[in-house]
């Protein structure tokens, strides 16, 4: 590849080449913007000693529930405690992908990027 650089797969959407949006070039792998908000790629490890959002995983935001994973119950935790940690409405966080896996993805409505991050590392410490 002749001087060009290697897009993130994450950022083309929404992008056009003559105008790449910055914003996202400093976002970590896995928070993605959308139209109508931004979406989360999670690792979801359910029957943890405590409720927890902890460190990146690859491409993805591992957190720890102590919810099982019966009748979506984990599923619930984690919107629930997203939405705590996001400070926003419950309806605004919704699973999109992932419903009886552990990896899943969570829409967050009406949120920017930098403003999901930013809570995100508010609740960290």
Known sequence: MHGRKKLNPQSRAG???SAPDTSTASLPAFLTTQADG???AIKLQPRAS???I???SG???RIKV???PVDA???EALLRLLAERLDCARGKVELIR???ARHKVVKIHGLTAAAVLAKLIAAAD
Do not use: F, I, R
């Open 66 to 68: 102590t919810a099982p």
């Open 50 to 52: 405590q409720n927890e």
């Open 38 to 40: 931004v979406t989360l």
């Open 59 to 61: 491409a993805e935001l």
């Open 98 to 100: 992932g419903h009886t």
């Open 54 to 56: 902890g460190a990146v």
């Open 73 to 75: 119950a984990a599923n």
């Open 15 to 17: 992008n056009s080449p």
